[in-house]
Antibody
Framework: QVQLVESGGGVVQPGRSLRLSCAAS????????MHWVRQAPGKGLEWVAVISYDGDNDYYADSVKGRFTISRDNSKNTIYLQMNSLRPEDTATYYC????????????????WGLGTMVTVSS | DIQMTQSPYSLSASVGDRVTMTCRAS??????LAWYQQKPEKAPKSLIY???SLQSGVPSRFSGGGSGTQFNLTISSLQPEDVATYYCQQYNSYPRTFGQGTKVEIK
């Protein structure tokens, strides 16, 4: 079945780095744009970043621009989120999600979500 | 950036009631609007895309409408399993933005 599984979360000190992974299965991964979305404890959803199906294009929320980098390895059916210079306000559950627009369709809504991985930034 | 504003912040209704919530965009987004459902302590689930198209497997009691800047999500007959927070999201442009959510409870 179509599935996304995030990993790599944990507790990290402010200013340190962490890399999240999201492994996809059950669909042709290389044909889909992928996103990261986060949710701080007790708060709403915040879109974080997107990477195109081929990895050539990416966009970021202003809150993470210059600190986070999204990437993908289509040979491993995996996307990544490299998070540098972490701040306490980055504490959240991080979800990866699939864009329902399959190549050559344009960007679309999110249709498949992972269960999330929790990141806590604290000294 | 496009701001998304949802109302009400929360609502309480009885089983079987018709429930409607709204989402307003700070600028026109045509029909590039999605709705997501998040049950307590669970990951979000996709409900509607293109303002009014149901994702596969979503019960037909859910419906969406609107275009431009004003959108709505309706549950025609509220069920206990619909207790959740509902989020709208625009995908007209980056950064994609979510509304703050509408929490639905059973009276």
């Amino acid at each position: 079945q179509v599935q996304l599984v995030e990993s790599g979360g944990g507790v990290v000190q402010p200013g340190r780095s962490l890399r999240l992974s999201c492994a996809a299965s059950g669909f042709t991964f290389s044909r889909y744009t992928m996103h990261w979305v986060r949710q701080a404890p007790g708060k709403g959803l915040e879109w974080v970043a997107v990477i195109s199906y081929d990895g050539d294009n990416d966009y970021y929320a202003d809150s993470v621009k210059g600190r986070f980098t999204i990437s993908r390895d289509n040979s491993k059916n995996t996307i990544y989120l490299q998070m540098n210079s972490l701040r306490p306000e980055d504490t959240a559950t991080y979800y990866c999600a699939r864009d329902r627009g399959e190549v050559p369709a344009a960007d679309d809504a999110l249709d498949i979500w992972g269960l999330g991985t929790m990141v806590t930034v604290s000294s | 950036d496009i701001q998304m504003t949802q109302s009400p912040y929360s609502l309480s209704a009885s089983v079987g009631d018709r429930v409607t919530m709204t989402c307003r965009a700070s600028q026109g987004i045509a029909g590039w609007l999605a709705w997501y459902q998040q049950k307590p302590e669970k990951a979000p689930k996709s409900l509607i895309y293109g303002a009014s198209s149901l994702q596969s497997g979503v019960p037909s009691r859910f419906s969406g409408g609107g275009s431009g800047t004003q959108f709505n999500l309706t549950i025609s007959s509220l069920q206990p399993e619909d207790v959740a927070t509902y989020y709208c999201q625009q995908y007209n442009s980056y950064p994609r933005t979510f509304g703050q959510g509408t929490k639905v409870e059973i009276k």
